[in-house]
C-alpha cells in the first residue's frame, strides 16, 4: 500500500513518451510549470520575459551627410546618393548599428528579420528604424523581440563639396571652345546641359569670349561631360597632362588633366556652300544649303527644293569649310511676304527623292524688303523651303543675295552670274518682334534657365568694353530666343517655361489667330509646350496636406509617406501609429528561425 502511493505521488514528475516509458520533467523555478530540464530551469515564457534579445546592439547611431550635395558617407571617404525611405538608406541604417553581425568568439546567433522606417518630424534631423531580431538564447529556445533604432543627422561636407570652395583643387580641366564672332551655340548648349543635367560634378563654369570652360575633381567625371558634348554637337577633342608631384616610394604620380573640345564653326542658319565632293556624298544636293539644325551632326536643306542632308561630324572634320554668309544681325534683312504660290516639283531621277511632305512645304513667295515699303515698289520673287508658313503681311528674316558678298570665290562668281536665288529665307518672325515693338522681349510668353557661371578674366573689362560686351550678349541672347520660338523640333531638346506674361500673351494670340483657318503654323510656340515655373506662388491644394512637409534634409524631394518604402518592399509605420509604437517590446518565444531581412 506505501508502494503503491508512493508510485502515485512520483507520476507528476515523470511525463509519458511516445514509445509508452516516462521522460523526466523539472519544474519551472519561476511559475512551477512542469518544463523539460535545461540550463535554467526556466520554461521559454518566463525565459522570455527575463532575458534581453537585444544585448549588445545599439539603439543609438549617427549619420553623416553633406549639405551641398546632399550624399551620405559610408566608409572610408565614400559617399552615396540615398532617397528618403529607400532600401538603400536602410541598408547604410543597419551598417552602422553595432552588434547586429556576429563577431568572433560569441556563441549566440542573431538574425535580422524585419526592419521597418518609423516616421519622424521632418525637422527634426533623425531617422528611426523598428527592428526584429531573433536570438537563440538556449539549445532549441528562440526569442524574438522587436525594438526601435534612432539615427542623428550630422551635417558634413564630402571631400568634393570642399574642394569646390578651394581654388586650384581641380584634376579634369575641359575647355569648349568654338571659332565664330557669337554666343548662340553656347546658349543653346547651356539648355541643354541644363535638362539632361551634364553640369553635376562640376566644381565651377566660366565664360570667355569664344567658349566656356568646365572644372571637374576628376578626369571620370570630366570624360562623362565629354561623353555628353560628344552626342549634342559636332566636335573633336585634344587631351593634355601635366604632372604635378609624384612620390617615388610609392610609384604614385598626381596629374592636372586638360581637354580642349573645338565646335564645328557652322552654326544653325548659316548659309553654306559645298564642297562637290561633299554635296554628291550626300544625296547629290545642291552645293547652296542652309544649316537647318545642329545636334551630333550637321543638318542642311536646300531652301529652293527642300531636299535635306546630313553632314557627319567627320565628314566635316576631314575637310573642314566655313559658311559663306554666318547668321549674324548684320547680314539678316527683314523681308514682308506680299503673297505666295505653290510649287510642284517634278521627280529628278539623278537626285534623292523629295518626300511629299517636304515638297508640299515649298512655295514661291512674294516679298519686299520692309524698308523698302512707301519708297520704291521692287519686289522679290523667289521658291522658299518655309513657303507653307508664310502668309501675306507675315514679317521674315532672310538673306539678300544681289546687295552681300560670299566669301567662297567660286559662289561669288555663281552669284554674280546670277545663277543663285535673289533671296534666302532663314526664318519667319512672331509676335512683337514682327511688329517691331520695343518691348517685345518683355512680352515674350516663355522664358529659360541659366546656369551659375561666372566671367573669365578676359572678361573682365571696364568703361566702353564692359557696356559694348553686355550690349552684344544682350543681342545674341534675343538672337537664340528668335530662333527657339520660331523652331518646334529645337524647342523639344530643351526645357521651356512660362514666362510671367503668359496670360496677356494667349489672349492676345487667340484674337489675332482667329482668322488663321487657312494655314496651320506647326513652327509657332504654344502653351502646350511651355513648362510650369520653378517658382510658384499658389497655394498648396487641399488633397495635398498629407504630403510630407519640406524636408529639413537639403536636396530631398517631397514625397508622400511611405511610397518610397512601398515601392522597395519595406514595411513603414505611419505618423499616427508612431506615437503607439514602443521603444522595445517584449521579447516572445518563436518556433523557428524566420527569414533574414535583406537590405
Known sequence: MEMFQSNQFSAGPLQTNMTGGTAATILCCVCATPIAPNPSNTCPSCLASQSDVTRGISTEAQLHQCRGCSRWHQD???????????????????????????????????????AAWVWTEPHSMRLKVR????????????????????????????????????????????????????????????????????????????????????????????????????????????????????????????????????????????????????????????????????SNVINVIDPITGQTGIIESDAFWRDPFRPVITAARTRLTRYVILGKDAVFLERNHSKKAVGKKQRSKLATITAARESDLGTNDSQIEERSHLGYLLKSGDVCLGYDMKDCQLVDDEAEDLRTAGRLPDIVVVRKLYGGVAAGEADAARKRMFKLQKLDIKKGEENERKGKKQRKDVEMEQADEEDFLQELEADKEMRTRVNVFKSDAVATNATEDNDGDADDGEDEDDQKISLDELLDNLVLDSKPDEDDEMVAEESAIPGMMLVREGERAARDNITYIGRDDALNVQARDTAVVSSEWGKEFES
Not at 88 to 112: P, Q
Not at 131 to 143: A, K, N, S, W
Request: aromatic content about 8%.
Open 131 to 294: 527592428l526584429t531580431i531573433q536570438r537563440e538564447v538556449l539549445t532549441g529556445t528562440i526569442l524574438q523581440q522587436s525594438f526601435i533604432v534612432e539615427f542623428v543627422v550630422r551635417n558634413q561636407q564630402c571631400v568634393e563639396c570642399q574642394a569646390a570652395f578651394r581654388t586650384g583643387s581641380w584634376k579634369s580641366l575641359v575647355q569648349v571652345r568654338q571659332r565664330v564672332n557669337h554666343k548662340r551655340t553656347f546658349l543653346y548648349l547651356e539648355q541643354l546641359i541644363l535638362k539632361h543635367g551634364a553640369h553635376r560634378g562640376c566644381l565651377s563654369i566660366e565664360t570667355f569670349k569664344d567658349g566656356m570652360d568646365f572644372y571637374f575633381p576628376d578626369k571620370g567625371k570630366a570624360n562623362r561631360f565629354i561623353s555628353f558634348l560628344e552626342d549634342v554637337v559636332p566636335m573633336k577633342v585634344k587631351s593634355s597632362k601635366k604632372l604635378i608631384g609624384t612620390d617615388d616610394k610609392s610609384n604614385v604620380s598626381n596629374y592636372k588633366y586638360t581637354n580642349l573640345v573645338e565646335i564645328a564653326g557652322v552654326c544653325k542658319d548659316d548659309l553654306l556652300f559645298l564642297p562637290k565632293k561633299l554635296a554628291r556624298s550626300i544625296g547629290n544636293i545642291n552645293r547652296l544649303v542652309l544649316v537647318k539644325n545642329i
Open 76 to 114: 572610408a571617404g565614400k559617399w552615396i546618393g540615398c532617397e528618403l525611405e529607400s532600401r538603400e538608406l536602410m541598408a547604410l541604417c543597419l551598417s552602422n548599428v553595432s552588434g547586429l553581425k556576429k563577431r568572433k568568439g560569441e556563441g549566440d546567433r542573431v538574425r535580422l528579420v524585419d
